[in-house]
C-alpha cells in the first residue's frame, strides 16, 4: 500500500495547489518548454489517470520492466516526445478554465486511486508504450511524474517545491535502486538531502562541477527524465 499512499498524498497536494491558481498563473512558462502550466497540468493529468484504462484491459503474460527501465531513453525519442508535447497542448486547450482542469484532475486522480485500491499490487497492465509491469511498478512511476513534474510547476509559479515526504521516500528509493551500488553513499557525500537529489538526478537543478565530477568518476546512471 505504500505506493498508493505516496501516489494519494502526491496528488492531493497539486490538487490543492491548481485549485488555487489564478488564469495569470495557468498561463505562465515552465521549464518543459513548449508547456506552460495549463499545458503541463494536463500532462501530469492525464498520466495519473492511465492507470483507469489500463486495469480495464486484459493483463498481459508476464511483467518484463520494472519503473526504473520505464524511463528509458526511448521514451524521449523525439517522434515519441512531439507526440507527448502535442498531446499536452490540446488536452490543456480542451478546459475553458483554470478550475475546470483543477476539478477534472481532482476527480481524475481519486478515480484512478480507487481503481488502483480494488486490485492486486502484483496485478499486471500494459502501458501506453507496450510495456507490461506490475500495477505496483507503474504507480511508482505516477508517483515520479507527479513529484518531478510538481518540481517544474512550483518553479514556474515561483513556489518552494511542495514534494510530499511519502513521494519523496518512494521516488529517492527508485534512483538508488536506478543507480545501484555505484551510487552508495553518494547523496551523503555530496550533502544532498532527498529533494536535493532528486531535483538533481532528474536534471531540475543544475549539478556544479565537483558533483558532476563524482558522478562521472562513480559512472552513476539514473534513469532518462523529461
Not at 543507480?179 to 552508495?184: C, F, L, M, V
Not at 539514473?222 to 523529461?226: A, D, I, K, L
Given at each position: 500500500m505504500l505506493v498508493r499512499d505516496a501516489f494519494a498524498a502526491e496528488a492531493g497536494r497539486l490538487s490543492d495547489v491548481l485549485a488555487e491558481l489564478t488564469e495569470a498563473d495557468q498561463l505562465r512558462p515552465t521549464g518543459c518548454p513548449p508547456w506552460n502550466v495549463r499545458d503541463l497540468a494536463a500532462h501530469v493529468r492525464t498520466g495519473a489517470g492511465r492507470v483507469i484504462g489500463m486495469l480495464a484491459a486484459p493483463a498481459p503474460p508476464g511483467a518484463e520492466v520494472d519503473a526504473a527501465d520505464y524511463f528509458g531513453p526511448a521514451k524521449f525519442a523525439p517522434e515519441t516526445d512531439a507526440a507527448r508535447v502535442d498531446t499536452a497542448r490540446r488536452e490543456g486547450a480542451e478546459f475553458?478554465?483554470?478550475r475546470a482542469l483543477a476539478e477534472d484532475f481532482d476527480r481524475t486522480w481519486r478515480a484512478a486511486y480507487a481503481a488502483s485500491a480494488k486490485a492486486e499490487p502484483d496485478r499486471?497492465?500494459?502501458t501506453r508504450h507496450g510495456d507490461p509491469m506490475t500495477l505496483d511498478e507503474f504507480l511508482v512511476t505516477r508517483v515520479v511524474e507527479l513529484g518531478v513534474h510538481g518540481l517544474d510547476l512550483a518553479s514556474a509559479l515561483g513556489r518552494?517545491?511542495?514534494l510530499t515526504t511519502?513521494?519523496?521516500d518512494l521516488i529517492s528509493g527508485l534512483l538508488d535502486r536506478a543507480?545501484?551500488?555505484?551510487?552508495?553513499g553518494l547523496a551523503d557525500e555530496l550533502g544532498w538531502d532527498r529533494l536535493t537529489l532528486i531535483a538533481k538526478a532528474t536534471g531540475r537543478w543544475p549539478l556544479t562541477d565537483a558533483e558532476r565530477a563524482e558522478i562521472d568518476?562513480?559512472?552513476v546512471r539514473?534513469?532518462?527524465?523529461?
Open positions: 475553458d478554465s483554470g499486471l497492465v500494459r518552494e517545491p511542495w511519502p513521494a519523496a543507480a545501484g551500488a555505484a551510487g552508495a568518476r562513480r559512472d539514473w534513469p532518462t527524465f523529461g
